[in-house]
């Protein structure tokens, strides 16, 4: 495990590398408001054809080509690109993202943004650093002095569009900003660092989540699915807080709604 954590440090960081190579080739819709770039497709690719030419018997769970597959044994979960809009659209606020698992439990993640060469890392139990500085949360800063991060609002989940409109409408005057960054490892990474008070987030497959919620956890963050009951991957609904009280703040808020 030792040997795979450190070798998928060195794996991102390369990855970076090429895909910074690469002209930007968008392949299509993969949703009316989602893109797929052919180069999410090539690093995809790249990350498991080098995970599984060193270690062949790790499990890979990857966004575009092994979605469906489940966790089990030591398991490889990749994003090969989150924030492929913003990536898309020139901007610098995207990523690569690996979560290692012991069956069903993240043991280590991994953020990259290419652009600015910034490394966001967590191991369970160790702490979560950005290029090699702990990072821990700002747990005193108060809904008014701090953002509300928002995912993408979503159709067809438990939370209903108007409820989520309806919960952001409520939350507003609460904080001092809220802030829709468009990739969930930025909205981690700022909740990691104490630039955020919490983020409410409806994406719901476990490579937008795992690796971002680790490092989230292992800064001293708080989080409960949006109803109060205990978070599992693929639920929609997640919420992050710094603190207990601001995580209690938006659930009751939602619980209101109810």
Same mark, same amino acid.
């Given at each position: 495990?030792?040997?795979?954590?450190?070798?998928c440090?060195? &794996?991102l960081?390369?990855?970076?590398? =090429? *895909? =910074?190579?690469?002209?930007i080739?968008?392949?299509?819709?993969? $949703?009316?408001n989602?893109?797929?770039?052919?180069?999410?497709? =090539?690093? !995809?690719?790249?990350?498991m054809?080098?995970?599984?030419?060193?270690?062949?018997? #790790?499990?890979?769970? @990857?966004?575009?080509?092994?979605?469906?597959k489940?966790?089990?044994?030591?398991?490889?979960?990749i994003?090969?690109?989150?924030? $492929?809009?913003?990536?898309?659209?020139?901007?610098?606020?995207?990523?690569?993202?690996?979560?290692?698992?012991?069956?069903?439990?993240? #043991?280590?993640?991994y953020?990259?943004?290419?652009?600015?060469?910034?490394?966001?890392?967590?191991?369970?139990?160790?702490?979560?650093?950005?290029?090699?500085?702990?990072?821990t949360?700002?747990?005193?800063?108060?809904p008014?002095?701090?953002?509300l991060l928002?995912?993408?609002?979503?159709?067809?989940?438990?939370?209903?569009?108007?409820?989520?409109?309806?919960?952001?409408?409520?939350?507003?005057?609460?904080?001092?900003?809220?802030?829709? *960054?468009?990739?969930?490892c #930025?909205?981690? $990474?700022a909740?990691?660092?104490g630039?955020?008070?919490?983020?409410?987030s409806?994406?719901?497959?476990?490579?937008?989540?795992?690796?971002?919620?680790l490092?989230?956890? !292992?800064?001293g963050?708080?989080?409960? &699915?949006?109803?109060g009951?205990?978070?599992t991957?693929g639920?929609?609904?997640i919420?992050?807080?710094?603190s207990?009280a601001?995580?209690?703040?938006?659930? @009751? !808020?939602?619980r209101?709604?109810?």
């Amino acid at each position: 495990m030792k040997e795979l954590i450190k070798f998928c440090d060195k &794996l991102l960081r390369s990855a970076g590398e =090429l *895909l =910074l190579k690469q002209e930007i080739a968008v392949a299509g819709h993969k $949703t009316a408001n989602d893109l797929l770039t052919e180069n999410d497709l =090539l690093i !995809e690719q790249y990350l498991m054809e080098e995970i599984k030419a060193t270690f062949p018997e #790790v499990n890979i769970v @990857s966004e575009e080509t092994t979605a469906d597959k489940p966790l089990g044994g030591v398991s490889v979960v990749i994003d090969p690109i989150d924030g $492929t809009c913003n990536y898309a659209a020139g901007m610098d606020s995207f990523g690569i993202q690996i979560a290692i698992f012991e069956e069903v439990e993240c #043991v280590a993640a991994y953020m990259y943004f290419p652009r600015t060469g910034e490394m966001i890392s967590a191991e369970k139990g160790r702490g979560a650093f950005a290029n090699g500085k702990k990072l821990t949360v700002n747990k005193d800063m108060l809904p008014s002095d701090g953002f509300l991060l928002i995912s993408d609002y979503y159709g067809n989940i438990a939370v209903p569009m108007d409820r989520q409109f309806e919960l952001i409408k409520r939350l507003q005057p609460v904080f001092l900003k809220t802030r829709h *960054l468009g990739a969930a490892c #930025v909205d981690f $990474t700022a909740l990691a660092k104490g630039q955020a008070a919490a983020y409410i987030s409806y994406y719901h497959y476990i490579w937008d989540i795992a690796p971002g919620l680790l490092i989230a956890n !292992e800064s001293g963050c708080v989080h409960a &699915l949006i109803d109060g009951s205990a978070y599992t991957y693929g639920t929609p609904g997640i919420v992050v807080a710094n603190s207990e009280a601001n995580l209690q703040r938006i659930l @009751s !808020e939602y619980r209101a709604l109810c």
